[in-house]
């Protein structure tokens, strides 16, 4: 693995520093190599070459703690208590911390792509990163930390399951999982208003409208790369789903944002169908 040191020099990948963010469970060195892997792209610094190899993707390296727990073996708690509160933002610290692997993976992992796709998830990473560190702080002042409590399992392994097709990745990252928080987070932000969390309110306003972007991102690259495969976009992302994505579909579904981050009718008509199924 690469040292920080060599990224203060003037070796300035893309890949060089995923492999830095990917290989590393520091939480701030994490944090501070993503938004200075966005500085140099701004100062049109960040180089992409075309060579390189991934590795394995189980060899990703994650911090010693949050413990991760199975679904059914976290603990609940409602949210009108201090702890459900913790619990709650702990939860959402959590999944922007697993999002900004997520978006280091995708570029790391799928090699020979235009450099516009590894800037775009770069963009992504580092708004990961400064979503992470709101939630956090948000977080460290109901005291707690992240890490404090146990985290989801689950969503890394939606990575390790698409680790070998960019089409794969996209129908079931941004396009799924992504876009199930467009589902749900108007509601999160409507329960935060009632109990007068305005600070809360704001970073998932904040957060809700970046993660348009970030799904609407994954449908042009989606469409792009399926088409440039040759396949019918619409049902090759039909076919994907239903092979790497365990489980039915949960709605209701946000169809006017949804429409907005790229997904057609005929998607989200054929994800309601599924509902009823
Ligand atoms: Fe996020
Ligand atoms: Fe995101």
């Not at 060089?16 to 966005?38: I, Q, S």
């Not at 992504?178 to 007068?196: C, F, N, Q, S, Y």
Request: hydrophobic share 40%; net charge negative; glycine share 8%.
């Amino acid at each position: 693995m690469r040292g920080f040191s060599v990224l203060e020099e003037h070796v300035h990948s893309i890949f060089d520093f995923a492999e830095c963010c990917l290989f590393d469970g520091d939480v701030e060195r994490k944090l501070a190599l993503t938004h200075r892997a966005k500085q140099i792209l701004d100062n049109g610094l960040l180089k992409f070459p075309v060579e390189g190899d991934p590795g394995l993707i189980a060899s990703t390296v994650f911090p010693d703690k949050p413990e991760l727990l199975m679904p059914r073996d976290m603990p609940r708690r409602r949210l009108d208590t201090m702890e459900g509160k913790a619990a709650f933002f702990h939860a959402l610290a959590h999944i922007e911390f697993v999002a900004i692997y997520l978006a280091w993976d995708i570029i790391f992992r799928f090699r020979g792509l235009p450099d516009e796709f590894y800037r775009d998830w770069l963009i992504i990473a580092d708004e990961e990163a400064q979503h992470f560190a709101l939630i956090r702080k948000h977080l460290q002042s109901l005291g707690f930390d992240y890490g404090d409590l146990p985290a989801h399992r689950g969503l890394w392994s939606h990575a390790e399951d698409t680790a070998d097709d960019i089409l794969a990745r996209l129908a079931v990252v941004p396009r799924c999982m992504e876009a199930r928080g467009l589902d749900v987070t108007p509601a999160m932000i409507g329960k935060l208003k009632t109990m007068g969390d305005e600070t809360g309110v704001e970073i998932l306003t904040r957060i809700y409208q970046d993660e348009v972007g970030h799904v609407e991102r994954g449908s042009y690259w989606f469409n792009l790369l399926a088409k440039m495969e040759g396949f019918d976009p619409e049902r090759h992302y039909k076919e994907l789903i239903l092979s790497h994505y365990q489980g039915k579909p949960r709605g209701p579904f946000n169809r006017e944002v949804r429409i907005i981050a790229g997904f057609s009718n005929n998607e989200i008509d054929w994800l309601e169908e599924r509902l009823h199924e």
